[in-house]
C-alpha cells in the first residue's frame, strides 16, 4: 500500500527557509505514471496547490508562490521535498504531499504536517 | 487560472437523504475535475477523478458527473460517516485550483 509521509520543523521564523520533505513507501518515485505534488491548507480554510514535479525533475509551480517556492526530487532516498523561502506568518499553513497521476488528478495523499511562522 | 465555484458552501441533511453539490469551473475544463472528502484533521481523500470515475476503494454511493464547466457529486443514502466537507478540483491548466469547499452537517 502506497504511504506518503511528509517531515520537516514544525516551527520557523519570519523570513527564514521552510523545509518539507515527502517519503514516499511502498512505490517508486521514479514512475513514470506519476507526479508529486505539494498542497498547503490554512487551519480553517481552502486548499491551495503549490506546485508539482516529475522524477525528471520537470516542476510546475503555482504562480502566486512561484518566486519562492523549489520542489526537488532525491530518488535513491524515494523523497521529494518543497522549500518556500522568506516566510511569513501568511504560510503558516498545514502542508500535504499528493501522489499525482498523469491526467487523473491527486490519488494518494499524507497525513499532512503543520507549519507555524512565528519567532 | 481557472476559478472554481462550489454551491452551496453549507448543507444540513439526514442520514438517509441524497444529497447533490455543484462546482462551476470559469472556463471549459473538459473532464479534468476530481472531487475530494475531508474530514477535521484529516487530509483529504480522493473521491473522483475524470469527472465521473470513482477512485478505488470508494463507495457506489458517491457519483459524479459533467463536463466543460458544469460538474455535480451526488452522494446517495447518506451515513454519519459521510459529514465532512467536500472539494472540487480542476486539473486541466495549471494552476491547479480547489473549490471553496462544502460543509455537509448533519441536520
Known amino acids: 500500500q502506497l504511504q506518503l509521509q511528509e517531515s520537516g520543523p514544525g516551527l520557523v521564523k519570519p523570513s527564514e527557509t521552510l523545509s518539507l520533505t515527502c517519503t514516499v513507501s511502498g512505490g517508486s518515485i521514479s514512475s513514470s505514471s506519476y507526479y508529486w505534488g505539494w498542497v498547503r491548507q490554512p487551519p480553517g480554510e481552502g486548499l491551495e496547490w503549490i506546485g508539482s514535479i516529475y522524477y525528471s525533475g520537470s516542476t510546475y509551480y503555482n504562480p502566486s508562490l512561484k518566486s519562492r517556492v523549489t520542489i526537488s526530487v532525491d530518488m535513491p532516498k524515494n523523497q521529494f521535498s518543497l522549500q518556500l523561502i522568506s516566510v511569513t506568518a501568511a504560510d503558516t499553513t498545514v502542508y500535504y504531499c499528493?501522489?499525482?497521476?498523469?491526467?487523473?488528478?491527486?490519488?494518494?495523499w499524507g497525513q499532512g504536517t503543520l507549519v507555524t511562522v512565528s519567532s | 487560472d481557472i476559478q472554481m465555484t462550489q454551491s452551496p458552501s453549507s448543507l444540513s441533511a439526514s442520514v438517509g437523504d441524497r444529497v447533490t453539490i455543484t462546482c462551476r469551473a470559469s472556463?471549459?475544463?473538459?473532464?479534468?475535475l476530481a472531487w475530494f472528502q475531508q474530514k477535521p484533521g484529516k487530509a483529504p481523500k480522493s473521491l473522483i477523478y475524470a469527472a465521473s470515475s470513482l477512485q478505488s476503494g470508494v463507495p457506489s454511493k458517491f457519483s459524479g458527473s459533467g463536463s466543460g464547466t458544469d460538474f455535480t457529486l451526488t452522494i446517495s443514502s447518506l451515513q454519519p460517516e459521510d459529514f465532512a466537507t467536500y472539494y472540487c478540483q480542476q486539473y486541466h491548466s495549471y494552476p491547479y485550483t480547489f473549490g471553496q469547499g462544502t460543509q455537509l452537517d448533519i441536520q
Open positions: 472556463q471549459g475544463i473538459s473532464n479534468y
Open positions: 499528493a501522489r499525482v497521476p498523469m491526467g487523473l488528478g491527486f490519488d494518494f
